[in-house]
């Protein structure tokens, strides 16, 4: 017979996340022959979350977090790249499924939208100019002049998560559609295309505080 447990009504977690951010959903094998392709993606979340039951399985997941995204984009013609670091505020609101079948153990799906508001960021371009490179980077505040002050987004995001006494351990998945690198008219015939949207891949540990 399957037995199961009950679920606090209210917990509060400390999540710490790694992130891999992308430009659309597949625009990484032409970078393949990137040694350090991986590192130029890679950022980090920290974020305060309450798990509230609304009835025994369902459960809302509000929250608020820092985050460091970095995304990467090949300037196709010449093979040169742009780097661009972003820092947020981030709210997500998750909606989910939660069940136990084992005493100190239980797992969860959620989907919701993620609130993100950009603190800061640079844009670092990079041409290969012979014979000193360091001189072909090109730095530029993402948020600032004709780059836009557009800072706020809205996401959508999957999760899955199973909390093992006080441990939480988890991944997911959040895109969000809107472009924020405007004006996108000067990036024409610099780029064979340019994204309209951000993806982020992410594994998160975590830890129970109540």
Known sequence: EVVEYDIDRFMLFI???????????????????????????FGYNFEARA??????????????????????NRFTEFGNYMVNTKRF???????????????????????GPRFAYGLSGRCAEHYDFYPDEERGVFEHNSYGGKYGVDRFSVGFAFEANLVFRRFLFGCGFSFFPKNDCKPTDLYEGLYGRFYNCRANINFKLGWRVF
């Open 51 to 72: 798990d509230v039951g609304l009835t025994r399985c369902l459960f809302l997941s509000p929250g608020v977090g820092y985050s460091k995204q970095s995304f990467y």
């Open 89 to 111: 505020l981030e709210v997500p609101l998750m909606f989910g499924y939660r069940n136990s079948y084992y005493d100190g153990y239980f797992s969860s799906l959620s989907i």
């Open 15 to 41: 999540n710490a996340t790694g992130t891999m951010s992308f430009r659309g959903f597949a625009d990484e094998l032409e970078y393949e022959d990137d040694d350090d392709y991986f590192g130029k993606c």
